[in-house]
C-alpha cells in the first residue's frame, strides 16, 4: 500500500498555487476574451468592408459607364473612391478598439499638413490630374507627345499618367509637368497630314516622276479622297530636286501609310528609270 508522503506545507503551497492561478484567470481572461472578439469582429469588419468597396466601386465604375464619362475620368475616379473608402474602414476598425477617431482625424489633419508640405510636388501632381480631367487636353487612347516622352495614355491616375510606348514601355509622367507645359496630342484629330520627301536626280524626267508620285497617291486605299493630295517640288537641293508628297490620313494609319508609300515610290522609280541620287560632288580641275 503506498503512502502519501506530501507533507503539509507542500499541499500548502500546491493550493496557495492553485488560488493564484485561480485569481490570475479570473482577473486576465475576461479581458483576453474580450480582445480577441475584438480582433475577429474586426477582421469580419475588415473582410465585409473590403467586399463593400468592390461593390461600390463596382457601382460606381458602371453608373459612370452608363453616364458616358470618359475614362480617364472613372480610372481617377476610382482610384480616390478607393483610398477615401479605405480611410474610412480603418476609422471604423480603429473606433471599435476604443480609440478616440476625433483624435486621429486630428492627428492626420496635422500629419497631412506637414506631409503636404513636404510633398508640394505630389499635390501639385494631384491639382494636375484634376486640371487634366477639367480642360482634357488629352484622354486615355490617345497618342501624345511631352518633350522626349511620348507613346499612347493607358491610365490617368490621381498623381501619374501612365503611357505605352510603340515598343510596349511604360511612361510614368507626372501629372503636374502635363499640366504645366506644352504638349502634342497627335490623335486628338480625325485625320493627320503626311508628308514625304523624295530627292530625284536633276537629270530625271521631273513631269514623269510627278505622274508616277500622283498615281502611287491615288492608288493608296487609305489616303483620304475628300483631303487635296499633290506632288510638288520643294527644294533645289545641292545634289536632288526634292519632290514633297502631301496627303491625309487617319491618325492610326500614319506609320504603316508613311512607310508603304515611301517604299513604293522607290520601286516605281526603279521601274520608270527614274534616279534616286545619293550626296555627290562634282569636281573641276582646270589647268593653267
Not at 453616364?67 to 473606433?95: C, E, N, R, W
Amino acid at each position: 500500500m503506498l503512502e502519501n508522503t506530501d507533507t503539509p506545507q507542500e499541499i500548502e503551497a500546491i493550493t496557495e498555487e492553485i488560488d493564484r492561478f485561480q485569481q490570475y484567470i479570473d482577473e486576465y481572461l475576461p479581458g483576453v476574451v474580450a480582445f480577441g472578439l475584438r480582433v475577429v469582429m474586426a477582421l469580419l469588419v475588415f473582410f465585409i468592408g473590403t467586399r463593400l468597396i468592390k461593390l461600390l466601386r463596382h457601382v460606381v465604375r458602371r453608373s459612370m459607364e452608363r453616364a458616358g464619362a470618359d475614362v480617364g475620368v472613372m480610372q481617377f475616379v476610382d482610384s480616390l473612391l478607393k483610398a477615401f473608402s479605405y480611410f474610412i474602414l480603418v476609422m471604423l476598425i480603429a473606433s471599435g478598439f476604443g480609440v478616440d477617431t476625433t483624435s486621429i482625424v486630428a492627428l492626420v489633419g496635422s500629419a497631412g499638413l506637414a506631409l503636404g508640405l513636404a510633398l508640394q510636388g505630389s499635390l501639385a501632381n494631384f491639382a494636375g490630374g484634376v486640371l487634366i480631367l477639367l480642360v482634357k487636353p488629352f484622354k486615355v487612347g490617345d497618342y501624345i507627345i511631352q518633350g522626349s516622352l511620348e507613346g499612347t495614355v493607358s491610365e490617368i491616375q490621381m498623381i501619374y499618367t501612365y503611357l505605352l510606348t510603340p515598343d510596349n514601355r511604360k511612361v510614368v509622367i507626372p501629372n503636374g509637368t502635363l499640366a504645366d507645359n506644352s504638349l502634342i496630342n497627335v490623335t486628338a484629330e480625325e485625320k493627320r497630314r503626311l508628308d514625304i520627301d523624295v530627292g530625284i536626280s536633276y537629270t530625271a524626267d521631273l513631269r514623269k516622276a510627278k505622274e508616277v508620285s500622283m498615281g502611287l497617291l491615288e492608288k493608296e486605299e487609305r489616303v483620304l479622297t475628300e483631303e487635296e493630295r499633290m506632288v510638288v517640288v520643294s527644294e533645289l537641293a545641292d545634289s536632288a530636286v526634292i519632290l514633297k508628297l502631301r496627303f491625309w490620313v487617319k491618325p492610326e494609319d500614319y506609320w504603316s501609310t508613311k512607310w508603304d508609300v515611301t517604299e513604293s515610290v522607290k520601286l516605281a522609280f526603279d521601274e520608270n528609270g527614274i534616279e534616286i541620287p545619293f550626296n555627290q560632288m562634282d569636281v573641276h580641275i582646270r589647268e593653267n
